[in-house]
């Protein structure tokens, strides 16, 4: 169990003269608070600031001081009495994390390793908790479709800081709605790192691929070629991004609805048969702009195709759904300025069957003049923190 601290410790005693300070992404070490600190932050782990349980341990509500005030922050109390692979996942978990820095990442402010029975990791708060609590019939506040557009939009951008944006690829391996994190102004933060791997160079032209033999993720998000065959690649996640781009769409989990069809093949079918509008979720409905629907639905097909190849990678999803949003709110605009309902005709919401065959940037051709806002972020390199290279 001495390993994590080891290789916390390795971090934080860089000479600071060695850090590229100028590089975005490139991060102080995270703070490291004393069990006092984290007893005065929680109020002694009240109950009244419990916010859930997950797989390593609670996590509570807590408040800390930075320089100028006071902050929220959540706080996840873990058991270290827990299985090897637990303890590896939180491992990578604080590894990876101390390291990053991206609005659509979320932040590990610090941690506390005193004692032999608990750990602690502090985190950002984040108000409007995780987008799986705002999904599904039930909700009495639906998120609107801009909003969903929006989230989609971050999660994009932070797996493709993932993929491009450091010197070797992360592969998250669990890109779900429960671990998307919401702040009070809406804005999607990507988290749970715990299940990530390292794989080769990012500039690597090549499709970024490794097999493992240990496949983990969640149902019903797992691309199929890792679930069957544990061939991982960066566009393992663009297939789990596509799951969600279809859940935000539809308002429903990937293995339920008519016919018990999970989602995917749910909406291949509708849309080979011309019914796509038959997969909205009924709260969006009239709420979306043809023009948008047809360019977002593209990229989810695209996404969820069986090929890893054929997928787009995340900087063109990213891109594509940049222009979709932007489609929306012309659209929203126009409509207002003419003194009407935002109420668009269900009966344009039709797609090409045959699109989801092709990368969306066959279908939007402005993908090369807009490609500048997708270049990687500066690069940072990982392995100094990783024993041999791994995650």
Not at 225 to 246: P, W
Not at 316 to 337: G, Y
Request: net charge negative.
């Amino acid at each position: 169990m001495k390993g994590i601290s080891e290789c916390i410790s390795k971090l934080l005693i860089r000479k600071s003269g060695k850090r590229r300070l100028n590089q975005p992404h490139v991060v102080l070490p995270c703070r490291q608070f004393s069990r006092a600190e984290i007893n005065v932050a929680t109020n002694n782990f009240d109950d009244n600031l419990f916010i859930d349980r997950g797989g390593l341990g609670k996590v509570y509500k807590g408040f800390i001081d930075d320089p100028t005030n006071t902050i929220s922050v959540a706080i996840k109390r873990v058991n270290i009495n827990i299985s090897m692979q637990s303890f590896h996942e939180l491992r990578t978990e604080v590894l990876v994390l101390c390291q990053l820095r991206h609005p659509n990442l979320i932040r590990l402010i610090g941690y506390c390793f005193e004692g032999e029975r608990e750990w602690f990791l502090v985190y950002e708060f984040m108000v409007n908790g995780t987008l799986e609590t705002h999904l599904y019939p039930g909700n009495p506040d639906p998120v609107s479709w801009n909003r969903r557009l929006q989230i989609c939009v971050g999660v994009a951008r932070g797996l493709h800081c993932l993929h491009t944006g450091l010197k070797h690829t992360i592969f998250h391996r669990d890109v779900k709605p429960n671990n998307i994190l919401l702040n009070e102004k809406w804005e999607a933060k990507l988290s749970d790192f715990g299940l990530s791997k390292m794989g080769p160079p990012s500039l690597s032209k090549a499709l970024i691929r490794m097999e493992t033999s240990r496949i983990v993720g969640t149902l019903g998000y797992m691309a199929p070629e890792y679930a069957m065959n544990g061939v991982l690649t960066d566009k393992s996640d663009v297939y789990s991004f596509g799951v969600i781009l279809l859940v935000l769409l539809c308002g429903r989990k990937p293995t339920e609805g008519e016919e018990r069809m999970d989602l995917v093949r749910w909406a291949r079918k509708s849309k080979r048969e011309g019914n796509i509008n038959e997969i909205i979720d009924p709260y969006l409905m009239g709420k979306i702009a043809p023009e948008c629907f047809m360019v977002y639905v593209d990229i989810a097909t695209s996404c969820v195709q069986n090929g890893a190849e054929r997928r787009p990678t995340m900087g063109e999803v990213q891109v594509c759904l940049e222009h979709a949003l932007q489609l929306q709110d012309s659209a929203d605009a126009a409509t207002a300025a003419a003194a009407a309902d935002c109420n668009y005709c269900v009966d344009e919401y039709t797609c090409n069957a045959s699109s989801g065959d092709s990368s969306p940037i066959d279908m939007v051709r402005w993908w090369e003049t807009a490609s500048e806002s997708t270049a990687s972020a500066e690069e940072l390199s990982l392995e100094t923190a990783m024993p041999n290279g791994q995650i």
